[in-house]
Each structure stands twice: as structure tokens, then as C-alpha cells.
């Protein structure tokens, strides 16, 4: 469909036929009178003709100059073509997963789909890999924490590279303690700026707190300001003493502060099952709108304007360069 942007540009159609109705000017000149008419031809050697000539335009000028100034007019009118209109939907929600990468990530006591034992980390990542990529309508970023926390990917939504640098993770890469209240503060500072009102924060440990410089308490009351929903999911026995003892009590209040819900995995199966309850917590958003393809088309009345004079003016040169060379040819025949 095409439409003028500017339809109020088409007045300037009517300035030719208010100019025809205003009266012409005229100015006046005094004449020279000469009594000896003859005399004065011989002396200035000049041959009068029979009768006075008026230049008149031509039809293909008056044409021309019509062309052009219509073809001026719809470019003013600034002509649009407004292809089908299609709706755009975009992210409705930004996610970022903390992974715990301490030492004690490396016990092998999670069974994959054939009952072998496999290594904390390994099932975490895979599962989480296969999370990831169900959540089409998110922007995802990754960060990495043992003795201190690291951004490892920025939020996007490019799931290959996710898969390639969760892929790239393992076990005393941040050292080998779990600084979860980090954790949460670089999380926290990479949502800074975030337009997006639903920010989630999938927090995945073994452990207890161990080196955090910051509280993690006292980060999760901040992320709670800050509108951040934080899933603490605890990998491995939760009934487990010692120094590979969990403080589920704490994990809980990170959740409760923050409006979130503290889950347990003890295998792959539990892992599945939890990210099927957040995925029922958290359902996938769309922020849409309609989006109308415009394509402006002002140039191509202009372009047939300047092709038009264009070919008019070499076509009155050529017929001008013929009649020149007509001429002389005549003029020897006439000799």
C-alpha cells in the first residue's frame, strides 16, 4: 500500500493555475523614430525581415516543464510504501546461572540416564545446557564463582555460545571455596541497567559459604530491592555433615529474601524435576509489538524528472549537431 506522508504537498498542484490569473507585467520602453528608414539599414548593414518573430514554447517544453513540476510535487508529498505489518516478539526476561565450580563439585555420587556415577559438575552443566536452551524468550548470562565470581558470559540470547562456554567450565577454575554472597553481588551488578522488570537468578551450589567477602544475606536483601528472584538449588545430600555440609537454612532465606524457592538435586532426575518446577515458577515472557515495514519511494518521481530532461536536452543537442551539418552540405549544392 502507498501513501503520502505529506498529502498536503498536493496544493502546490494548484500555483500553476493561480499564476495563469495574475496579471502580467509589462514594461514600457520608448521607440526610436527614424525618418530615413532605408539610410539607416545601408549604413548598419542589416537585412530586415517581413514580419516581427515571437518565440513560442513548444508542446514537448510545455509538457516537460509540466512532468517535471508534477513529478516535484509527488516527491514533496513524500510518497511511502507500508509493506504487511508483523508482530515482533522479544526477550520478557533476563536469567542469569551461577554454577558453583569448588572442589567439592568434583564428587562423583550423581548417576547420568545409565546409572554410572558422574561427576557434580558434569550433570549440572549438561542438564542446565538442556534448561538453557528451552528458554527461547530469555537473555541468559553465566557466572562462574569458587573463591571469587566471574561474569562468564554477558546476557544474550546466542544459545551456542552459552553451550560453548558452559561447556568450557570446570571444578577449581575460581579457586576451590564458595563465595555464594559474590555470587549473588556480580549478579546483581550485571542486572544494573536492565529495563527488563522479571530478573531471575538461578543460584547452583554444594556447599555452604566459605569465602565470600560480601554476605550473602546482605546480598540477597539487595537483590530483593532490586526486583532479583534467586533459586537457590543445592547439588548433592543435603543431609551430608562436615565441611560438605549444606546450609539449607541459609540457601532458604536467600530464597525467601528474594521471593524466590530453595530446591535439592541429589541426581539428574531431581535436577530435571527442579528445572520443570522453575520452568512452571517462571513462564516463558513475550514482549511484542507490530512492526510496519516502510519503504520510502520520494526518489523515483525525481529520478524520472532528471531521466526525462536529461534525455530531452541531448535529443535537442543531437537534432541542433544534424541541422549543422545539414547545413554546409546545402550550401554546396547551392554554390
Not at 558422574?118 to 550433570?123: M, T
Amino acid at each position: 500500500m502507498i501513501r503520502f506522508d505529506h498529502p498536503w504537498m498536493l496544493l502546490l498542484l494548484l500555483l500553476p493555475v493561480l499564476m495563469v490569473f495574475l496579471p502580467s507585467h509589462k514594461t514600457q520602453v520608448q521607440a526610436i523614430k527614424y525618418s530615413r528608414f532605408k539610410k539607416l539599414l545601408e549604413l548598419s548593414g542589416q537585412h530586415p525581415s517581413s514580419a516581427a518573430v515571437i518565440l513560442r514554447r513548444r508542446v514537448w517544453q510545455k509538457t516537460l516543464a509540466v512532468l517535471s513540476y508534477v513529478s516535484l510535487v509527488i516527491a514533496a508529498c513524500y510518497p511511502v510504501y507500508y509493506g504487511q505489518p508483523f508482530t515482533v516478539e522479544q526477550s520478557g526476561r533476563q536469567m542469569i546461572a551461577a554454577v558453583d565450580l569448588s572442589g567439592s563439585m568434583e564428587a562423583s555420587d550423581f548417576e547420568d540416564d545409565l546409572g554410572r556415577n558422574q561427576r557434580r559438575v558434569d550433570v549440572v552443566k549438561t542438564i542446565l545446557d538442556d534448561f538453557l536452551k528451552t528458554r527461547q524468550s530469555d537473555r541468559i548470562a553465566l557466572v562462574a564463582f569458587g573463591d571469587d565470581a566471574y561474569l562468564q558470559a554477558p546476557f544474550t540470547s546466542d544459545y551456542s555460545l552459552l553451550s560453548t562456554l558452559l561447556n568450557e567450565m570446570d571444578v577449581r577454575m575460581a579457586g576451590s571455596g564458595t563465595a555464594l554472597g559474590d555470587a549473588i553481588g556480580v549478579a546483581v551488578n550485571h542486572f544494573e541497567g536492565s529495563k527488563v522488570e522479571h530478573k531471575v537468578l538461578l543460584l547452583l551450589t554444594d556447599g555452604r559459604d566459605t569465602s565470600s567477602r560480601f554476605s550473602p544475606l546482605d546480598a540477597a536483601r539487595h537483590a530483593g530491592e532490586k526486583h532479583i528472584t534467586i533459586y537457590p538449588i543445592a547439588i548433592g545430600n543435603p543431609e551430608n555433615v562436615g565441611e560438605e555440609a549444606m546450609d539449607m537454612e541459609m540457601l532458604a532465606e536467600l530464597a525467601e529474601l528474594t521471593g524466590g524457592q530453595v530446591f535439592s538435586a541429589m541426581n539428574a532426575d531431581d535436577m530435571r524435576r527442579v528445572y520443570d518446577e522453575i520452568d512452571r515458577l517462571e513462564p516463558e515472557l513475550f514482549s511484542s509489538h507490530v512492526v510496519t515495514p516502510k519503504t520510502p519511494l520520494y526518489f523515483y518521481p525525481i529520478i524520472v524528472c532528471l531521466t526525462v530532461v536529461m534525455l530531452s536536452l541531448l535529443l535537442v543537442m543531437l537534432v541542433q549537431w544534424l541541422r549543422r551539418r545539414v547545413r554546409p552540405s546545402l550550401e554546396v549544392i547551392d554554390e
